[in-house]
């Protein structure tokens, strides 16, 4: 049964870094692309980032590029997400996802506020 747990968030100030983690079982880790997705109220849904399954190749959303690096450890089956220079508009709900055979799985979510 495939499972991802996020970890990491909390109350951040504009300007800080936030640096969340997903740790991923149930399935064979390093064969697969992983992206973290975010989510505001009343907004849908939106990607961030996608890294492949060596972590040889990431992908940035233009809100985040420039300021932000996914990577992963296969070793611990684990990814991770690192905003640099927050602003509010960071605020939001960070789930780490993942395409196996067609079917996405998602993690619980986990907050991040950035406010002053």
């Known amino acids: 049964q495939v499972h991802l747990v996020e970890s990491g968030g909390g109350l951040l100030q504009p300007g800080g870094s936030l640096r969340l983690s997903c740790a991923a079982s149930g399935f064979t880790f390093n064969m697969y692309a992983m992206s973290w997705y975010r989510q505001a109220p009343g907004k849908e849904r939106e990607l961030v980032a996608t890294i492949n399954y060596n972590g040889e190749s990431a992908n940035y959303a233009n809100s985040v590029a420039g300021r932000c690096t996914i990577s992963r450890d296969n070793t611990k089956n684990t990814v991770y997400l690192q905003i640099n220079r927050l602003e509010p508009e960071d605020t939001d709900v960070y789930y780490c996802?993942?395409?196996?055979?067609?079917?996405?799985?998602w993690g619980q979510g986990t907050r991040g506020t950035v406010s002053s």
């Open positions: 996802q993942v395409i196996i055979l067609q079917h996405t799985y």
